[in-house]
């Protein structure tokens, strides 16, 4: 593997790992899977391949943030939300 695309493989790999602090089913969980994921792509040295899978990860970031904000948005409605009382 080349030096620029280790380098943004481990940040992917940082940041999925901070992301998956708040993961509903829990960090052991999601790191267990993050972990797995990883080492089965381990023996890939190919640059276009890794730039795919770069990409994918990319896309599972999008994906993992758009949870949370979906997470956060039910909670406030279900906080400020009057059910006896619905408003247009």
């Known amino acids: ?7 943004q493989v481990i940040r992917l790999y940082k940041t999925l790992l901070y992301l998956g602090r708040d993961y509903p089913q829990g960090f ?10 990883f080492m089965k792509n381990k023996d890939v040295t190919d640059p276009e391949k890794i730039k795919k899978l770069l990409a ?3 896309f ?3 994906e993992i943030e758009a949870l949370y ?3 956060k948005y039910r909670a406030m409605k279900k906080r400020y939300y009057d ?6």
């Open 69 to 71: 904000f979906l997470r």
């Open 56 to 58: 994918r990860g990319d």
């Open 60 to 62: 599972v970031i999008k």
């Open 28 to 37: 052991t969980f999601f790191r267990e899977r993050l972990k797995t994921a």
């Open 1 to 7: 593997m080349t030096n620029p695309l280790r380098g």
């Open 83 to 88: 059910p006896e009382n619905p408003q247009p």
